[in-house]
């Protein structure tokens, strides 16, 4: 039984595209695998706020040298967020395209999650992403398409997520993409992306179902 972890970053809390396709995403994936269990998480609502000094010392402080103030940062930003990460069989972001990349809420989630010793490691034979035999999908919603020119060089959402989930060890990774300035174009686009996803869950099932 799979463990799902759902998180949205979108600034927007109606009319959002990427809350709308990820919530979707998770209805669809539960009518076809009703056993997993999803755990939710509102970056927005959680109000993130930076890493403080103190918890970039523990990050690199073995667990026994740590100060008390040292591990009480620790526990307060890094230990939730981390080890929902690494106990998710299955991730579900919903992310927008901010400023050709990801919302702060976002950068400040990635921030929680790429913690050394716990989702990668580094030591004789280098660099090791330790989250292995997981799934991502990414709902994407953005104004522009930047499938192809004159965007696709400014493109800097996609390939830094492949890039930063791929270095914690996270590289099967399935982008949904939605994009549109005018109601009409978001309404076929989020059509084609429904149909996107309604493909992906049913496939999901039989792989799961092959197991
Ligand atoms: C602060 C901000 C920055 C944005 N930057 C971009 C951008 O760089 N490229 C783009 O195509 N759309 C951009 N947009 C448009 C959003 O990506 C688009 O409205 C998207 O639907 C937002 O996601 P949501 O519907 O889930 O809230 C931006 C929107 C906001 C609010």
């Given at each position: 039984?799979?463990?799902?972890?759902?998180?949205?970053?979108?600034?927007?809390?109606?009319?959002?595209?990427?809350?709308?396709?990820?919530?979707?995403f998770v209805e669809k994936w539960i009518e076809t695998h009703p056993a997993d269990s999803v755990i939710y998480r509102?970056?927005?609502?959680?109000?993130?706020?930076?890493?403080?000094?103190?918890?970039?010392?523990?990050?690199?402080?073995?667990?026994?040298?740590?100060?008390?103030?040292?591990?009480?940062?620790?526990?307060?930003?890094?230990?939730?967020?981390?080890?929902?990460?690494?106990?998710?069989?299955?991730?579900?972001?919903?992310?927008?395209?901010?400023?050709?990349?990801?919302?702060?809420?976002?950068?400040?989630?990635?921030?929680?999650?790429?913690?050394?010793?716990?989702?990668?490691?580094?030591?004789?034979?280098?660099l090791k992403g330790l989250l292995q035999n997981k799934k991502a999908f990414i709902l994407r919603s953005s104004g522009?398409?930047?499938?192809?020119?004159?965007?696709?060089?400014?493109?800097?959402?996609?390939?830094?997520?492949?890039?930063?989930?791929?270095?914690?060890?996270?590289?099967?990774?399935?982008?949904?993409?939605?994009?549109?300035?005018?109601?009409?174009?978001?309404?076929?686009?989020?059509?084609?992306?429904?149909?996107?996803?309604?493909?992906?869950?049913?496939?999901?099932?039989?792989?799961?179902?092959?197991?």
């Amino acid at each position: 039984m799979a463990k799902i972890l759902h998180v949205d970053s979108s600034s927007r809390s109606k009319n959002s595209n990427s809350r709308q396709l990820s919530k979707y995403f998770v209805e669809k994936w539960i009518e076809t695998h009703p056993a997993d269990s999803v755990i939710y998480r509102d970056l927005v609502q959680d109000s993130l706020v930076p890493l403080t000094d103190t918890v970039i010392s523990a990050m690199y402080t073995p667990p026994e040298q740590r100060t008390e103030a040292m591990s009480s940062d620790y526990a307060t930003l890094i230990d939730k967020n981390v080890q929902e990460v690494i106990d998710a069989d299955i991730y579900v972001f919903g992310v927008p395209m901010y400023n050709f990349s990801v919302p702060g809420a976002f950068k400040s989630y990635i921030d929680r999650i790429v913690v050394v010793g716990r989702t990668f490691s580094y030591g004789a034979d280098g660099l090791k992403g330790l989250l292995q035999n997981k799934k991502a999908f990414i709902l994407r919603s953005s104004g522009s398409n930047f499938d192809g020119p004159p965007y696709a060089s400014m493109d800097f959402h996609e390939p830094y997520l492949r890039a930063i989930f791929g270095f914690i060890g996270i590289s099967d990774i399935t982008f949904v993409k939605v994009d549109g300035h005018s109601e009409e174009e978001i309404s076929a686009a989020m059509k084609k992306a429904k149909e996107q996803i309604d493909h992906l869950t049913a496939e999901q099932k039989l792989v799961s179902a092959g197991r």
